[in-house]
């Protein structure tokens, strides 16, 4: 069993910057794929970027490229995810999600079937 646990959402202008932690217990984040949703009022939850077990990231939503990146710290079985030039559509809710690798692999098309509690990010025009 996984357990995620989120901080470092705020409210900031439009240009600034966050940086959301994600920390994970019960399994090495290196062993887990992982991922970045998030959840604004009025809409489907969406993906933000989406890593495998060794960092790299594998998905960032178009509006997210070259502002969102995401990275590992494994002394601290965390997962980070930075977000630069802030605007107000990046408004939401941001969920850790995790799942266990298949076949040695994080596959596309599997659920994640851990999440955290989410943390608020809140951007001002």
């Known amino acids: 069993q996984v357990q995620l646990v989120e901080s470092g959402g705020g409210s900031v202008q439009a240009g600034g910057t966050l940086r959301l932690s994600c920390v994970a217990s019960g399994a090495a984040i290196g062993t887990i794929c992982m991922a970045w949703f998030r959840h604004a009022p009025g809409k489907e939850r969406e993906r933000v970027i989406i890593v495998d077990n060794e960092g790299r990231t594998l998905y960032t939503r178009s509006s997210g490229k070259g502002r969102f990146t995401a990275s590992q710290d494994r002394t601290k079985n965390t997962l980070w995810l930075q977000m630069n030039t802030l605007d107000p559509e990046d408004t939401a809710i941001y969920f850790c999600?995790?799942?266990?690798?298949?076949?040695?692999?994080?596959?596309?098309?599997?659920?994640?079937?851990?999440w955290g509690q989410g943390t608020q990010v809140t951007v001002s025009s």
């Open positions: 999600a995790a799942k266990e690798m298949i076949g040695g692999w994080c596959l596309a098309d599997t659920q994640y079937p851990y």
